[in-house]
């Protein structure tokens, strides 16, 4: 759990704290997640207001897990912005509430984090993937299987350039234009 004690008390009163914990439990599903034991620092503002405990900071950890699109192991770094108003314990139901002069932190934090994941993450923004055939990953492809044609009947087109526009512009010759102009 990641309590803090609320140590402020009058309107306008303020306390900053800088925290380095481990994370609790394995945050996330999916491809990737922050395992649990993961370093978490924490930058945390504790600003009394006259309904609560106002809570602002930024949480920064690592992810790890595994790219969409060709499998290879990840680990980035993530960091995340919060705010929430902690209330005063009331006739209301709310989400967030001081509890015994304390603050927990844990939901409101795992919940930005988690909430920033990426939904497919990958390894570089131009990965490739796998090679349907072979398996190996497209990014690192010695590119043979692109210069085999996959159907035979399809070899004729290998001799085109694949890119006709990188070549120069076909015109008609210059003789004709010429002669053109000439006889009018």
Not at 119 to 133: A, H, I, R
Request: one cysteine or more.
């Amino acid at each position: 759990m990641l309590h803090v004690r609320d140590i402020v008390h009058h309107p306008g009163e303020m306390r900053e704290f800088e925290l380095d914990l481990d994370t609790p439990e394995k945050w996330g599903e999916g491809l990737v997640s922050i395992p649990a034991g993961e370093p978490l620092d924490l930058d945390v503002r504790l600003e009394s207001v006259h309904e609560g405990i106002l809570v602002t900071g930024t949480a920064d950890t690592r992810l790890t897990g595994v790219c969409g699109r060709c499998l290879q192991d990840i680990a980035e770094p993530v960091e995340v912005e919060f705010q929430e108003l902690f209330t005063y314990p009331g006739n209301e139901a709310v989400d967030f509430e001081v509890q015994d002069d304390y603050v927990d932190l844990e939901t409101l934090i795992r919940d930005a984090i988690v909430l920033s994941l990426p939904f497919q993450p990958v390894c570089q923004p131009d990965c490739l993937g796998l090679d349907p055939e072979t398996g190996e990953r497209l990014t690192e492809s010695t590119g043979e299987s692109e210069r085999t044609p996959v159907d035979p009947r399809w070899a004729a087109l290998q001799q085109y350039p694949s890119d006709p526009d990188g070549e120069a512009p076909r015109s008609a010759t210059p003789e004709s234009e010429d002669t053109v102009t000439e006889k009018s």
